[in-house]
């Protein structure tokens, strides 16, 4: 089964800090990359998304830097808010089906 | 405004009932999706459709039915063969014109309680 390995689970930052959500996968056939992110009792929504044929994006705050050799990808949120803290999820396809990582539940404490 | 509406936001199932969870989008998306989410299980795909009259089991479908009569339509059977149906159900759509333009919408959600 195709799979994307995300980590850590959790990660608690105070305002201002950098948190760093890695993820990985094994499909060389994945070719887009995209981050989730959730708020409680909501729907995830798209936040940003990568292919690798570069190496990095960046949209605001929110930057992803992908490692085509090392088969991995990770998002930076500069400047983090409190009003950051949710669920990120990251994902990869290579068709039109994304495969979801576990989740990484960020909390910015002020 | 354009989005996916899933009702209802909250449903409660007895052991042994079948119960159905509603999706609509008017996105004039051609796929669409039911995930059910878990704590610290991500989303898992439930099953998935590309085009009307036409769906696909995802990685964990037993227990579960769906139907696509109409584009805008993928409602979601939950039977009582599926023995823990007590999650977050959430379905999304998308179009499949290119990776870029695909991206996933999600609705906000069903949350299903076994009683």
């Known amino acids: 089964q195709q799979q994307v390995k995300q980590s850590p689970q959790s990660l608690i930052v105070q305002k201002g800090g950098i948190p760093i959500i890695n993820c990985a996968y094994e499909?060389?056939?994945?070719?887009?990359f995209p981050w989730y992110q959730q708020f409680p009792g909501k729907g995830p929504a798209l936040l940003i998304a990568?292919?690798?044929?570069?190496s990095e994006k960046k949209e605001g705050r929110f930057t992803i830097s992908f490692n085509k050799s090392a088969k991995q990808f990770s998002l930076h949120i500069m400047d983090s808010q409190p009003g950051d803290s949710a669920t990120y999820f990251c994902?990869?396809?290579?068709?039109?089906?994304?495969?979801f990582g576990k989740g990484t539940k960020l909390s910015v404490i002020p | 405004d354009g989005g996916i509406t899933q009702s209802p936001k909250y449903l409660f199932r007895k052991e042994g009932q079948n119960v159905t969870l509603s999706c609509e989008q008017n996105?004039?998306?051609?796929?669409m999706y039911w995930y059910r989410q878990d704590p610290g299980q991500g989303l898992r795909l439930i099953y998935y459709?590309?085009?009307?009259?036409?769906?696909q089991k995802g990685d964990i479908a037993e227990g579960y039915s769906v139907s696509r009569e109409k584009k805008e339509s993928f409602p979601l059977t939950v039977t009582s063969a599926q023995k823990n149906p007590t999650a977050f159900y959430l379905c999304?759509?998308?179009?499949?014109?290119?990776?870029?333009?695909?991206?996933?919408?999600f609705g906000s959600g069903t949350r299903l309680t076994v009683v």
């Open positions: 999304a759509s998308s179009r499949r014109v290119s990776k870029e333009a695909y991206g996933y919408t």
């Open positions: 990568i292919r690798p044929d570069v």
């Open positions: 499909n060389t056939a994945f070719d887009y």
């Open positions: 996105l004039n998306h051609d796929a």
């Open positions: 459709s590309q085009i009307v009259n036409d769906f």
């Open positions: 994902a990869a396809t290579g068709s039109y089906q994304l495969t």
